[in-house]
């Protein structure tokens, strides 16, 4: 059973806390899947046989983690890209991992599913009929995002004959006033029942007609203006980089270099275009086997997560839920529900069994630690922050070195680093040159080797070097800056 819980945690808990949208709740999550699958493939070692998924589930998903690591470990922004490398491959796991589930664990995890979808609904309730909250975002961070998991969490309500459940997730959905939901919900009726329940499809048809003429109306309206800008920014980022893209999770840190793309200077997490993010993300390679294998999954009649999979895909269009990690874990859980259970597997002999379990416990050694020193790192430079608001600098010196230690890529360090020794500064005269100041200018050239794409460091860094006198170097920031930042 260690197996179809992990699946559960993902795709069940996961959307509960908040989406796993923090990185302590990835975290979280990350150390329980690991230990998990170590468990597992100790006991599978010790029975001597291990299951596999076919051969050409294991070549798409070798080929996509093999990209996707590419991707992430040939990023101009590595310390954003690689914890969301480990995302974007928990999802990915579930693909392989549902060849070795049997229909009764997958039926298990539906149920448990379940759970979470009445938990998301009773939240999204209470939030409104007795926090008097318009538009409930439930357990999530926004209503859009609310209304992206219901397009999972209702067929597969539906398929379990929870009616009830159904109607209240149908009901939520309107308070979240969605129309990228209900275009992706009547979508994928449209498309996905045509020959099952023709009265269903043209029904969704007739919706999406209404949901063409609402966002036709807004076109003229910042919301769509914004977006327009985002997707030329996202397609501009691919087109520069098309092979491997900046890696998974970047799109908000390399965007400053695309500003001029934004309409408005108005900047943004995400691209609301899932596909157009990933080509940027990614690559193009990365984006033609994903979306490949995707389709198959989407295709044929009569499974409701391959309408959510369908609807979803509508829905993401024109916004970013599939960005958030909890309900991107729910979505390749329906995706990969479309994979047989198989019987394949490797017999592993009594000679290899000893060699098998310590490479199985030393790679998971290895991973629980590099995600370990990813949450203390990150929880050290939260507290750094926090004694530097309360004026203790030293302490948040050794805090700030502490988080260097667990994580040297983390582009957010040097710059509280530089704001430390900035305030430190105060009563030290710039034009001698050394102490606090030279520290300052030192951070502050870390950060732009790690982020190179935010304007604001490179800005602060030539101004810190004028306040020391050093012209020509400040000058020299400033070409550096507008090599990357052209704009």
């Given at each position: 059973m260690?197996?179809?819980?992990?699946?559960?945690?993902?795709?069940?808990?996961?959307p509960l806390l908040r989406g796993s949208w923090d990185l302590w709740a990835q975290c979280l999550v990350h150390?329980?899947?690991?230990?998990?699958?170590?468990?597992?493939?100790?006991?599978?070692?010790?029975?001597?046989?291990?299951?596999?998924?076919?051969?050409?589930?294991?070549?798409?998903?070798?080929?996509?983690?093999?990209?996707?690591?590419?991707?992430?470990?040939?990023?101009?922004?590595?310390?954003?890209?690689?914890?969301?490398?480990?995302?974007?491959?928990q999802g990915l796991w579930m693909f392989a991992a549902m060849a070795a589930l049997s229909k009764d664990e997958r039926t298990i995890i539906d149920q448990l599913i379940r759970v979470g979808a009445w938990v998301l609904m009773a939240l999204a309730f209470h939030e409104h009929w007795s926090l008097g909250v318009e538009r409930p975002a439930s357990a999530l961070l926004n209503q859009n995002i609310y209304a992206g998991a219901v397009l999972l969490l209702l067929p597969l309500a539906l398929e379990r004959g929870d009616w009830l459940l159904?109607?209240?997730l149908l009901w939520s959905l309107l308070w979240t006033k969605s129309a990228g939901a209900w275009l992706g919900l009547a979508g994928a009726l449209a498309l996905t029942q045509r020959r099952s329940h023709p009265l269903l499809a043209k029904a969704g048809m007739g919706v999406v007609l209404v949901c063409a003429v609402v966002l036709y109306a807004r076109l003229d309206t910042p919301e769509v203006l914004h977006r327009w800008g985002w997707w030329k920014a996202a397609w501009a980022m691919a087109a520069d980089r098309p092979l491997t893209g900046f890696g998974p999770g970047t799109y908000a840190y390399v965007l400053p270099a695309y500003r001029h793309l934004a309409p408005y200077g108005l900047y943004?997490?995400?691209?609301?275009?899932?596909?157009?993010?990933?080509?940027?993300?990614?690559?193009?390679?990365?984006a033609v086997v994903w979306f490949s294998g995707l389709w198959r999954s989407a295709v044929g009649e009569g499974s409701f997560k391959r309408f959510a999979v369908v609807a979803m895909l509508l829905h993401s269009l024109w916004d970013y839920t599939l960005a958030i990690p909890g309900v991107f874990w729910l979505f390749c859980y329906c995706a990969a529900s479309a994979i047989p259970d198989?019987?394949?597997?490797?017999?592993?002999?009594?000679?290899?069994?000893?060699?098998?379990?310590?490479?199985a416990l030393g790679v998971g050694l290895a991973s629980m630690g590099g995600v370990w020193s990813l949450?203390?790192?990150?929880?050290?430079?939260?507290?750094?922050?926090?004694?530097?608001?309360?004026?203790?600098?030293?302490e948040a010196r050794e805090r700030l070195e502490t988080s260097r230690r667990h994580n040297p890529l983390d582009p957010e360090r040097p710059l509280l680093a530089a704001a430390v020794e900035l305030r430190g500064a105060a009563d030290v005269s710039p034009a001698r040159g050394h102490g606090p100041w030279l520290a300052a200018a030192a951070a502050l050239e870390e950060a732009v080797s790690l982020n190179p794409y935010r304007t604001a460091t490179w800005s602060?860094?030539?101004?810190?070097?004028?306040?020391?006198?050093?012209?020509?170097?400040?000058?020299?920031?400033?070409?550096?800056?507008?090599?990357?930042?052209?704009?």
């Open positions: 260690i197996l179809p819980a992990l699946v559960a945690l993902l795709a069940a808990v996961g150390l329980l899947v690991i230990v998990g699958l170590t468990l597992w493939l100790l006991s599978r070692i010790v029975v001597g046989f291990l299951p596999l998924p076919s051969n050409r589930v294991m070549a798409w998903t070798g080929v996509l983690a093999g990209l996707a690591a590419a991707s992430a470990w040939s990023s101009p922004v590595p310390g954003f890209a690689r914890p969301a490398f480990f995302v974007f491959l159904g109607i209240g943004s997490l995400y691209a609301h275009q899932y596909f157009l993010e990933t080509l940027a993300a990614f690559g193009i390679p990365f198989s019987p394949r597997g490797v017999n592993i002999p009594s000679a290899y069994k000893p060699v098998a379990a310590a490479l949450w203390v790192a990150d929880r050290a430079v939260a507290m750094a922050a926090a004694a530097v608001e309360e004026g203790r600098l030293d602060e860094l030539a101004a810190v070097y004028r306040a020391m006198g050093r012209a020509p170097l400040a000058a020299h920031v400033e070409t550096r800056a507008a090599a990357v930042l052209p704009r």
